[in-house]
């Protein structure tokens, strides 16, 4: 629980006390997930958003073909959940599957909207999150459809390094937008400047 008491004291913009993490802690279920086990599957409703103690996961959805297009990569200390069926409680059109062995700690909705009252911190971590998550959805945006896949990898490694040692190639090719075999022609190309 420390990791996520440091974390929501970073985006806060006065410390979060210790009662009021006592507060915060009692809306929290600690769980371990496997490698390859799912945090959830396609057609699911997404119950819980987890955030990140220790490990790495990935979001995905399959094409009518079979094809896996990655979405979304977390790490550590980042929060993982499909937003539109946690708040909509739509069935999901992805799939979340641990990477690595992960230890999360998740969080309901109800709990969700409880603690926006309770506690003001929480409150504030949750608006600078949705600030972050938009401009970083924008960002990809504007990278899927007008970046080559050279520019497009080199912004993915200056934003997200950490990235490149967690996952492999064709990971983060999928998440990219482009084949494995291109991402080995960037990364060569980028390598011999």
Known sequence: MDS???YINKYASTLMSEEDFEVIQRHFIQKR???KQYLLAEGEICKYFAFIVKGAMRKYCIDEKGV???????????????RESFVMSTPSAYNIDAWEDCEVLL?????????????????ELLLKLDERNNIA??????????????????????????????????????????????????RKKALSK
Not at 146 to 171: G, L
């Open 4 to 6: 996520l008491f440091n």
């Open 33 to 35: 997930i496997r490698k």
């Open 68 to 82: 896996e297009h990655t979405v979304d990569l977390y790490i550590e200390n980042w929060w993982a959940g499909d």
């Open 107 to 123: 969080i309901s909705r109800e709990d969700t909207l409880k603690l926006c009252q309770q506690c003001p911190a929480f409150n």
């Open 137 to 186: 959805t924008q960002k990809r945006i504007t990278s899927s459809i007008s970046f080559t896949a050279e520019k497009r990898y080199q912004r993915f490694v200056q934003d997200h390094p950490y990235f490149v040692q967690r996952f492999p190639q064709h990971i983060i090719a999928s998440y990219l937008g482009i084949t494995k075999d291109t991402l080995s022609r960037v």
